[in-house]
């Protein structure tokens, strides 16, 4: 038997649930706490210059920042494999065939949801994953057990925050890039600039990426259209563009998500 008075009191105001004890956790709950926000990441490829985490990175540094913009809410533990078949032929990366991801996210919103969490949000910080998501929040009818479930699946909306960002500073959207180029470098410079090796960034791909050249990557595989691994131009990437990038993605994504969620 549970000792539910270990409960009794509990007040926290953390909102990282893999910080947290289970008491907190479940006087959260019972305290109206009923959100969870938490990203879907990667890991693969990212060029010469940037680790194989950079989709995990990065999803938990943009995670943090939504959260930050809705109180009460609590960030889920990042996901750190996704349906990144495409990216295979580059050494290191790791994937998941798209059904097993499927189910993995299903049943990470099942658990969250049998211990009484009300709203599941999903936010994939990697392009394989986008579509995966949206065809299963269709499959669940928007719906995990008596939770909500809700995963944000418009990739070439993603890309558009990205470009809010980077023409202003004279970025074009080639050289922003859907991969490893000067906007993932620049977020990955903002999260960890440790981890970016800029005297290996060079340009890859910088042509348009719109949704032709997203069915060319997925059906055949990343190189055929870049031989490095990179989708635009990786040498301009500025850390404090990449802060700006984070702010930007994090006040639209949460307004994305509070529409929502019923007040």
Do not use: C
Not at 147 to 155: G, M, P, Q, T, V
Not at 228 to 254: C, K, S, V
């Amino acid at each position: 038997m549970i000792d539910v008075s270990l409960v009794q009191g509990r007040q926290t105001d953390k909102w990282r649930l893999d910080e947290m004890a289970w008491p907190e956790v479940r006087a959260a709950i019972e305290s109206g706490r009923t959100t969870v926000v938490a990203a879907a990441g990667s890991m693969e490829q990212h060029g010469p210059h940037l680790p194989l985490q950079t989709d995990t990175l990065l999803g938990t540094f943009l995670v943090e920042a939504i959260v930050e913009r809705m109180p009460g809410a609590f960030m889920g533990p990042t996901i750190p494999f996704g349906v990144s078949t495409h990216h295979m032929p580059f050494a290191g990366t790791i994937t998941l065939d798209e059904e097993t991801f499927k189910a993995m996210v299903r049943q990470y919103a099942e658990s969250l949801a049998t211990h009484g969490f009300e709203n599941i949000v999903i936010v994939p910080s990697h392009g394989g994953n986008f579509g995966p998501l949206g065809a299963l929040e269709q499959e669940l009818g928007g719906k995990v057990g008596a939770a909500r479930f809700i995963a944000y699946s418009d990739l070439m909306g993603f890309m558009e925050l990205f470009e809010r960002v980077a023409s202003p500073d004279g970025i074009s959207l080639e050289v922003a890039g859907a991969h490893a180029g000067e906007a993932e470098t620049s977020l990955v410079l903002a999260a960890n600039e440790r981890l970016a090796q800029m005297e290996y960034a060079i340009a890859g791909y910088v042509g348009d990426f719109g949704e032709e050249a997203a069915r060319t990557i997925f059906s055949q595989g990343m190189p055929a259209l870049t031989d490095n691994g990179i989708l635009g131009d990786a040498r301009p990437a500025d850390r404090e563009r990449g802060f700006r990038y984070r702010d930007t993605m994090a006040d639209a994504l949460a307004e994305w998500i509070r529409e929502r969620i019923p007040s």
